[in-house]
């Protein structure tokens, strides 16, 4: 069974641009979770995208955005980039909403913003 | 505000032995809790949890402790491998409330050949 895949692995982006990463999450699972990590926050939890609805929601401005399609494959988007946002970017799938256990992780996105 | 941190930063160990990886939380209201591996290059990956109504839980060759006393949590790695190389770090939450997750820091752990 093929694990979480996360496109692109890197992207360098310049203040004000825009970004949509992209997360296909492992087959049969249906909830779809957003992280940011670096080394001055660690992980962070973002938001998360049950049968293509928001479930949850982390502490980040609105610039921060994402959506699930209906084949469970999530997008992320953040707009008006900021230096601060270079961070490698973490999408993770389970079964279901909350389904912590069953969670399995993306080799993630490195963002770099310039 | 509320976090989670991890006392040791680095932590080296000679392989065979075993390994302690230590992590305070400061919400007590949180009542669940997962030690996640993370490989250079890889997202994390789940290793063990524990629900705040359990002191001890164990795995293969991991023991999670939960001391709510004193907010604090411990991963214990039995008969450590370098493949146990990895930066380890701690998550504090309520089940069913993913926005009120916390992720610690991270320890990275070394295993002497």
Redesign the interface.
């Known amino acids: 069974k093929a694990g979480?895949t996360q496109t692109p692995r890197y992207l360098i982006k310049t203040r004000g641009q825009q970004v949509t990463l992209s997360c296909s999450p492992i087959s049969g699972h249906r909830s779809v979770?957003w992280y940011q990590q670096t080394p001055g926050q660690?992980?962070?939890?973002l938001f998360?995208y049950f049968s293509e609805t928001q479930?949850?929601?982390?502490?980040f401005p609105g610039r921060f955005s994402g959506r699930q399609f209906s084949n469970s494959r999530s997008e992320m988007n953040v707009s008006t980039l900021e230096l601060g946002d270079s961070a490698l970017y973490?999408c993770?799938s389970s079964l279901g909403?909350?389904s912590?256990?069953t969670?399995?992780?993306?080799?993630?996105t490195r963002l770099l913003v310039l | 505000g509320e976090s989670v941190g991890l006392h040791l930063p680095t932590l080296s160990v000679q392989e065979g032995d075993n390994s302690i990886i230590n992590c305070a939380y400061s919400n007590s209201a949180s009542d669940y809790f997962i030690w996640y591996k993370q490989e250079s290059g890889k997202g994390p990956q789940f290793i063990i949890d524990i629900r705040s109504n359990m002191d001890k839980r164990q795995g293969q060759r991991v023991t999670v402790l939960l001391n709510k006393t004193v907010k604090h949590l411990s991963l214990q790695i039995a008969a450590t491998q370098p493949g146990d190389s990895a930066v380890y770090f701690c998550a504090e939450m309520s089940k069913t409330s993913y926005d009120k997750v916390i992720f610690g820091p991270g320890t990275s752990l070394s295993v002497i050949p």
């Open positions: 979480v979770s660690g992980l962070q939890f998360e479930r949850n929601k982390g502490n973490l993770a909403s909350g912590w256990e969670q399995y992780f993306g080799p993630g």
